[in-house]
């Protein structure tokens, strides 16, 4: 009997402890179902908020578009205005153009080149002639100061000087005068020289109203009586050369000096118009035949005339030189050429 119930008890027991267990489940599984009524209201609510996200997007979509759209037609405006400005530009420049050269009549040399435009012009004035350069700078490099035979002390003439520099066109530079060392005449700059950007000796602060007159590396004239090496290095001279007087600066007529006054010469100046293009001139004197040279004073006037807003005067007298592709057009006073210490070349 005993065995007998052992032997149940082994077999109810599996039994009962698998009926217990799928009771705990049961359990366990209504815990889990969720009431129909609280799932459908949270489906609800998360449709609502993808709608609100979806039409926010959609906001957000159709106002980038918006405002891209706005952006081109803003970009599309503004290069239309740059291309208006541009044109403008072009035809102001043109019409400056048009109106120098009809002052100065009709050019008897061209020359252009990817560098550089010169436009050559004859002058003839009651009782002086001489020509006149308009020179364009596409590249500032092609002006250029000439020291005589590349060495201080050395003379050369401005003819000498484009040819060996193989340049278009030329004319005498700063003033200078000669000394006798060792035995030997040499010619000695006054003021400072510079060339491409360096003083070819110490800096000299000649007493007077000695003025330095160049180019910067923008090939803008630059000018003006300089008592300091800082002052006129805070110019960024390129290019530039030394003598008296100045004749217009800023537009505004300069009064001449009393020892320069009222007296006709040769003449050479260099100066610039207000779209940065120079202008070079020589006038011949000293020859009653063919010109008796020129005050500063009618020459200042002629370059009011002719629209000049920077005006320096060079070196003159016999030195006063006109070269252009290897020919000299003036008639130098002295009846041949004039070695001179600095020349100022335009290059090809």
């Known amino acids: ?35 129909v009524e609280d799932t459908s209201y949270s489906l609800d609510a998360c449709q609502q908020t993808v709608d609100e996200l979806e039409n926010r997007f959609n906001v957000f979509y159709q106002e980038a578009h918006q405002q891209k759209s706005q952006f081109e037609e803003q970009e599309q405006v503004l290069a239309s205005l740059v291309q208006t400005a541009s044109k403008h530009e072009k035809e102001s420049d043109q019409i400056y153009e048009d109106r120098i050269l009809r002052m100065l009549g009709e050019p008897v040399k061209i020359h252009k080149s990817k560098r550089v435009e010169i436009k050559v012009f004859k002058l003839e004035e009651l009782g002086y002639r001489g020509f006149i350069a308009k020179v364009k700078l596409f590249d500032p490099k092609a002006f250029k100061v000439v020291l005589a035979k590349d060495t201080i002390g050395a003379k050369e003439t401005t003819l000498e000087a484009v040819q060996r520099k193989k340049a278009i066109l030329g004319i005498n530079g700063g003033g200078f005068y000669t000394e006798v060392k060792d035995g030997e005449p040499q010619g000695i700059f006054i003021g400072n020289v510079v060339i491409d950007g360096k003083l070819v000796s110490p800096f000299n602060a000649y007493p007077g ?22 002052e006129l290095m805070a110019q960024k001279p390129w290019q530039g050369v030394s003598f008296i007087p100045i004749l217009i600066k800023g537009g505004v007529k300069q009064p001449i000096p009393e020892e320069w006054e009222k007296t006709n010469q040769p003449r050479t100046i260099i100066g610039e118009y207000a779209n940065g293009d120079l202008i070079m001139i020589v006038v011949d004197g000293r020859q009653a035949d063919w010109s008796s040279g020129v005050t500063l004073e009618r020459l200042i006037e002629k370059l009011v005339e002719l629209g000049v807003k920077e005006g320096y005067n060079l070196d003159g007298g016999g030195s006063s030189t006109f070269v252009y592709k290897g020919e000299v057009l003036n008639r130098p006073s002295d009846g041949k050429l004039r070695p001179v210490v600095t020349n100022i070349v335009i290059m090809p």
Do not use: D, Y
């Open 209 to 230: 109203n000695l003025h330095f007159v160049g180019t910067n590396r923008s090939g803008r004239v630059i000018g003006g009586i300089f008592n300091k090496e800082e």
């Open 1 to 35: 009997m005993r065995i007998v119930n052992i032997l149940a008890a082994l077999i109810i027991a599996p039994l009962l402890g698998m009926c217990l267990n799928l009771k705990g489940f049961t359990a366990s599984a209504e815990r889990l179902l969720l009431p």
